[in-house]
């Protein structure tokens, strides 16, 4: 998998600008932006979601009309703002030099996202953004591309690709409570059972995600029907695109949803709110504002569509980062939540999400986690409830942090895709991709139409993620993953780079005893063997490589 070894390297500054590491120039989502071609550049408020990690702005461009890039003015996050000396070349390099560098990279990053646009299919974005990441080894071309590829992978499904491609580190800060682990004030507790208890009696649930993150989004998709059971009534979501009018009457999201939503997790998010009944809205800013005004707007724009309409509505909402705190500083202003809190009194219930997870290199990892998971061995997400009934929150401006256990990765995907449980693996060789690879698996609810976003999508190539561009395996074996589903029927398509289908099947997920064997490799109609039969390509031509699982941890 791709990785950014700079990211790791990061030194954490606060409140003032050091020339010594030296400083990158850092965007970040959500904040004012800069027009990229000025080169200007100022320092942002030191970061409550990143770990006191200092914020300049920039305005990447991801207009697109094809697909998801199509929203305009997307700035990106960036979880450092010093590159550490064993990032910086051997020579000396002064401020300036190293800032023209990031400037180029910014340049250089704004016009692959022009270029990757024009290719009509996701994969083949995909595959380009990678071919460009891979072909290009300068530290600072890759600490500022790496996040433009981080999404793009997380839309494809290669969510451990997007968690080494950009990783923010979690620093330990002064204001940091201390951990709740050897207290015995505090105990841990289910974060699925807790915080609907928590729930009751407030009128706002918010949760904040990493964006490049999805495992920060499953425990919200958990949580839906058991706050939908104590009569919270309406979603909202920073990403939805409040313009597509028939989200709610189609019951899926579509390309014209969002711009997260791209990615199957997110998607799904929405999907299962609007199962559940939720009344689904959109409420980012329409207008130019940015910074403090975009946040006002927000605040407003939730007020008028939910609590205005409805006096006994409540809600549940997802959002980025810091847009959910509830006191502090946000960029020189205040916070969506701060805003809705003070003009309208919604007392809200905030979930912090972003800071307590496993990342691929331990040393991004907060002081606090690994102690925790060493003693714990939490198989999901926890958060720590006093003996008073209080949550235990990491910093202020939050009222519960949810502490995500390790990551566990098997046949190549992370197994918190199953959602708790909700979702079961289902074996997918790459047989039916006939060798043309890169190849694209995507698996839609069968009772959905073609421009829903999947279910699940993920990519299969026998070549390693970081071989060159050009690079192409030679094997007669394939490539093989699983899928997580829900049970039910699916409509999969495996489609190569240029859009072509290879091939299309109707499945059936299991549940219940027989699931293991039904949706594995034996049972599945997305097996080597099953593909091989169909084919009628004896061994040695059509074979199937190890089919057991492989854990690994991170």
């Not at 589903?485 to 398509?493: A, E, I, N, Q, S």
Request: glycine fraction near 8%; hydrophobic fraction near 35%; charge should be neutral.
């Amino acid at each position: 998998m791709m990785g950014v070894a700079a990211v790791h390297a990061c030194a954490v500054a606060r409140h003032s600008v050091r020339v010594d590491p030296i400083p990158i120039v850092l965007p970040f989502l959500g904040n004012a932006p800069v027009p990229v071609d000025t080169g200007a550049s100022w320092p942002g408020e030191v970061s409550r979601a990143t770990g006191g990690v200092l914020r300049p702005y920039l305005r990447p461009l991801f207009e697109s009309t094809e697909r998801r890039m199509r929203l305009c003015w997307i700035p990106v996050l960036f979880g450092c703002a010093w590159l550490a000396w064993p990032c910086v070349p051997a020579h000396a390099q002064s401020a300036a030099q190293w800032h023209a560098r990031q400037m180029d990279a910014i340049k250089k990053s704004d016009a692959l996202m022009r270029e990757a646009r024009k290719y009509p299919d996701l994969l083949a974005q995909y595959k380009f953004l990678h071919d460009a990441y891979v072909g290009n080894s300068d530290p600072a071309f890759r600490v500022i591309f790496g996040q433009y590829l981080s999404s793009t992978q997380t839309f494809v499904g290669d969510y451990q690709g997007a968690a080494e491609s950009f990783s923010i580190k979690q620093s330990a800060e002064g204001d940091d409570r201390p951990s709740p682990l050897d207290n015995p004030a505090y105990t841990a507790q289910p974060a699925l059972s807790a915080i609907p208890e928590l729930a009751k009696g407030y009128r706002a649930v918010f949760f904040n995600e990493a964006h490049n993150i999805p495992r920060t989004r499953t425990l919200t998709v958990q949580l839906l029907a058991k706050l939908r059971a104590e009569g919270f009534n309406y979603f909202a979501a920073e990403t939805i695109n409040s313009r597509d009018i028939g989200l709610q009457s189609r019951g899926y999201p579509t390309d014209n949803s969002g711009f997260y939503t791209e990615e199957p997790i997110a998607a799904e998010m929405v999907r299962t709110a609007l199962k559940l009944g939720y009344k689904v809205i959109g409420y980012d800013a329409l207008s130019d504002v940015t910074g403090d005004a975009r946040q006002a707007e927000q605040a407003r724009n939730i007020h008028r569509q939910v609590f205005k309409s409805d006096p006994n509505a409540r809600l549940v909402l997802d959002a980025g980062y810091a847009h959910i705190m509830e006191e502090g500083d946000f960029q020189g202003g205040s916070s969506m939540a701060q805003y809705l809190h003070r003009w309208y009194g919604i007392d809200i219930l905030t979930v912090e999400q972003t800071m307590l997870y496993g990342h691929p290199a331990a040393g991004d990892d907060h002081p606090y986690y690994a102690p925790v998971m060493d003693r714990l061995h939490p198989n999901e997400p926890l958060v720590f409830i006093g003996k008073d009934g209080k949550p235990w929150s990491l910093r202020p401006g939050y009222d519960v942090s949810v502490w995500f256990p390790p990551t566990i990765i098997r046949r190549g995907r992370p197994t918190w895709a199953s959602l708790g449980g909700e979702r079961m693996p289902y074996y997918a060789s790459g047989q039916p991709c006939n060798r043309h690879y890169p190849c694209l698996i995507e698996a839609r609810y069968a009772n959905e139409g073609d421009d829903a976003i999947p279910a699940d999508r993920l990519v299969l190539d026998p070549v390693s993620p970081d071989a060159s561009a050009g690079v192409r395996a030679v094997t007669s074996a394939s490539p093989f993953s699983e899928l997580y589903l829900r049970p039910g029927k699916y409509r999969v398509t495996y489609t190569d780079v240029g859009a072509t289908k290879l091939y299309s099947s109707i499945i059936t997920v299991k549940t219940g005893a027989d699931a293991e064997q039904a949706n594995g490799p034996s049972g599945s109609k997305l097996s080597s063997d099953a593909a091989c039969e169909r084919a009628g390509k004896p061994e040695p031509n059509c074979k199937v490589m190890d089919p057991i699982p492989t854990d690994r941890r991170w």
